[in-house]
Structures are given as C-alpha cells and as structure tokens.
C-alpha cells in the first residue's frame, strides 16, 4: 500500500496497512533496524493501531527502550497532526458531510445556492485573448483533444486559461501548489490567485481545482479549500491592523474555478455561505475539429474568460472592511435572485 505524498496526519494514517506503515518509518529516519520491524510485521501493527501505541507497549511487543521512545514520539506528531488533506475528500459521502455544514442536506450539486457572476467584457482583438486562443489550438495539435485524458493534460488547457486572465489585471500573482493551511483542512492546490498587498503581505482571492471527469469530487475539494482561504485571509488581516484597533468579527470571501477541462463550475464562498454555478453551463469544447473551425472555441474561451476576469477583478477591488464585504456579497446574490425571477 503507497503512502500518501502529502504530509501524513491521522486521517492517513489509519488507513494504512502494516507494509504502508513500515514505509513510512523506514523513510523517517529514526535509526530502526531490521528487527524492530519484523517486530512490527510479527505483531500485525497497522495505521490505526499504531495511533493508539504508547512507549509501553511498544516495549510490552519487545521493543529495546531506544525504538520504543522513538516510536511513541512518532505517534504524537502525526496524532497532532489533525488536519485532513483536501485530497482526501473523495467520495459522496465525504460532499454531503462538507455541504451539511453550510446547512444543505443533499450530495447533489445543484442543491448549492447559485449565483450569476460578474462578468469583464474582452474584445475579439484584445492580445491576451487572441494569444490564449492560439495557444490552446498549439496545444490540441501537438497534445490531442481532451477527451478521457489526464489531469496533467487537462491541467496544461487549465493554466493557459488562468494565465491569460491574470495578465489582464494589475496587482495579481498566480502560485502553483500554493500551500494553503485552514483551520481544519491543509494541503497543496492546483493554483492560487493573490492580490499583493505589500512585499509581507498577499491575500487569496481565488483557489482552482483541476478534476479529471469528477466534476463533484472537485467542487467538493475546492469548497474546502475555499474555506481553508478565507482562514487564512481572515489571519492575514488581524496581522495588518495595528495592536490597538478594535478588530470586527471577520468576513471574507474567495472565489473558486473547478474545471474538468472542457466543463467548467464557479464558486463564491463566504465565511458563512456557499453559492455555484452549477445549474449553469460553461463549457470548452477541446476536439480536434476546432483545428478546421475555431469559431465556437473563441466564443466559449471568450466567455469563460470573461467570467474570470470579472471574478478576480470583482475580488481585487473589494473592502477591506468585512461590514461592507459583505454587504457587496449580500448585493449580488440578491440581483441574482431578482434577475432569475
């Protein structure tokens, strides 16, 4: 059994059977021998049972007092070790639990709240469109049309996308396996998408998620690393004020871009609400027949385009202040509302 790249936590670890559980000792380098593990193979010690080892029983198993130290400390870190990777969210059940905190009983993603988003309007002749567009049809050329393909290929279509629309904002910077820490949940994500605030300081504003044909699975993840976003802006924030303001009760929001490739969801995520596109179709059609006719593929770049843009623009001009944060939020979901009825 493989053991996760990540670093490991309790989550992970009772997952493992004795042979993932010796891999990861052995790569820990705490000096153990042979013997030690043979002891471990002998006793059948597993991920979830080595979570509840103590330094007497490992010595009780026959363990010299040197590994039997060595090893209860071990089992500390990774129990410390609490927070759950957002890989690690990969079944329905794991989308229902993350959609029943936000009071939605369902692990259909329809049932999100939705939202119309802002939207940048870009011009046929515009550079960074036009260069995007070409880009892709390179890319279709020399790498195939996206149908069943990998996550590193659709990642390739992803990241053309996502350059194109931060060189057309000031003040942007795109981090690849940007490794964001919430306050229950850490992991690396695919991009994310910062506002520079100073040479200390960078606030998130968007988080994207690649998923290969798991378009729930990676609106799952991504409402997770959303969350994990607004923690760390809301962090970010009580280090900019001064010592002596008084600090409001913290709201923020993130955006959030799940994309399989060709079909495409965004997220508004607030500290205390989720809304999706999900009832929206925005789709890119990547088939070896836009290299006769690329006519709908710059009308579908185009849009999504657009909706990144205003997005990230949207984000990048936002207060700082949460009071009017959120009454901006709380203002365009109501014209959505009223636009839908």
Known sequence: MSISTTEPNAYFVENWDTEGL???????????????FAIIRKEKINGLSFLDMTEEK??????????????????KVLKDNTKRAYSS???????????AKYG????????IPQFTPVTFKIGEDNPAFKFCVEDILRRIKNMGPVVDT???????????ILHA??????????????????EENTDRVDYAIKKIINEMLEEIICITQGKQNQATMGICQNLVQ???ACDMNLDMIKKKRKVDEVFEAGYDYVYGIVSTGTDWYFILHTT???????????????????????????????????????????????SDEPATKKRCVQEKISRAGMAKK
């Open 150 to 160: 990998n996550e590193a290929m659709q990642c390739e279509y992803f990241s053309t």
């Open 226 to 228: 959303c969350r994990s």
């Open 58 to 75: 490992f010595r009780n198993i026959g363990l010299a007092l040197g590994p039997a130290t060595l090893l209860a400390k071990e089992v």
């Open 165 to 182: 629309s931060v060189s057309l904002l000031e003040g942007l910077v795109i981090s690849p396996q940007a490794n964001i820490v919430g």
């Open 104 to 111: 939605i009983i369902s692990g259909d993603i329809t049932r």
């Open 272 to 318: 205390d609400a989720i809304y999706c596109t999900s009832k929206t179709e925005y789709r890119i059609s990547l088939t070896e027949a836009v290299l006769e006719d690329d006519t709908e593929l710059r009308k579908s770049v185009k849009r999504i385009l657009e909706v990144i843009v205003g997005l990230l623009k949207d984000r990048l001009s936002a």
């Open 89 to 99: 969210y990969r079944t329905l059940n794991d989308f229902k639990a993350v959609l």
């Open 22 to 36: 010796v891999l990861y000792l052995q790569a820990q380098g705490l000096k153990l021998d042979n013997e030690d």
